[in-house]
């Protein structure tokens, strides 16, 4: 083999590896942020802890003055868009307190409606689900851009018991029968797939994939780990530690998160939260 030739070999290969793989760079510029939407974090907005420990719930006026603040911020710079509790734990509050502010700021909402396994059992409970969701979504449908079920259903310390990770049969018949009730009460808005990660739930969602009724791949990116290729079917990023994850497939970016005490991956300027 001459020396050109392993030279021209060697060129080709650092090409070829340089587009594909997790780490590869994303083709052209990054959308400007005026396109990015934005999670609106749930705890500060219901409650506080006081000095003692102790909790204090929020009153509904309280809600709304905080959400106002933080969406007039999150339009000075990003999309008007926002990924948001609607499950029936925080929900009846918030649809009084939270949404119709939602809606005069002229923000759409991805909703998440179900708080999944909740501690310290991890069981499902899919007919107060439905009873919920027979109430809110009929009274915000109009004001949102999808639906997203669970917050990472395959994450065994986010909404779930330490060890409660559900497996796919029993999420696959949650997920359909909460999808039935969707394209009923909300023709036409999309489902999102489950929420993974890709470090250690890519072999859960493909298990489910081809299972569940769904429109839009659902994905979280907090590292170049759990980025997951192109796929048939469109990719929202509902959650990103930042910007450097994008790749040309995503048709939505949203950040993790405008408002959270002590968060490192908080996006407000200064970080943190509103006084008070």
């Not at 990003?78 to 029936?88: H, M, T």
């Not at 489902?191 to 009724?213: C, F, N, Q, T, Y």
């Not at 509902?238 to 959270?260: D, I």
């Amino acid at each position: 083999m001459s020396r050109f030739y392993l030279i021209w070999l060697l060129c080709c290969a650092a090409l070829l590896l340089s587009g594909c793989g997790p780490s590869a760079a994303p083709a052209g510029p990054l959308p400007a942020l005026s396109l990015i939407g934005m999670g609106l974090g749930l705890g500060d907005l219901v409650g506080y802890f006081l000095p003692d420990g102790s909790w204090v719930a929020r009153t509904g006026e309280e809600i709304a003055r905080r959400v106002e603040a933080y969406l007039k911020e999150i339009a000075a710079g990003y999309a008007k868009e926002i990924r948001f509790d609607l499950g029936r734990v925080w929900g009846p509050r918030l649809l009084e307190s939270a949404y119709p502010v939602i809606r005069e700021q002229g923000f759409k909402v991805v909703a998440i409606l179900s708080p999944g396994k909740e501690p310290p059992v991890g069981e499902i409970k899919l007919e107060e689900d439905i009873a919920w969701l027979r109430v809110a979504l009929p009274k915000v449908k109009e004001d949102c851009l999808a639906f997203e079920f669970w917050n990472e259903p395959a994450n065994p310390k986010i909404g779930n018991t330490e060890l409660a990770v559900p497996d796919p049969p029993t999420y696959i018949a949650w997920h359909n029968a909460i999808a039935k009730v969707v394209r009923e009460l909300a023709p036409g808005l999309p489902i999102l797939g489950p929420s993974v990660m890709g470090k250690w739930s890519w072999a859960w969602w493909e298990a489910v994939r081809d299972l569940i009724d769904y429109d839009i791949v659902n994905s979280h990116l907090y590292g170049a780990g759990d980025l997951y290729g192109p796929s048939d079917k469109p990719t929202w990023v509902t959650e990103a530690g930042n910007m450097s994850y994008w790749r040309p497939w995503h048709a939505k970016y949203f950040l993790y998160v405008w408002n959270s005490a002590g968060d490192q991956w908080a996006k407000r300027p200064g970080g943190g939260i509103l006084p008070g």
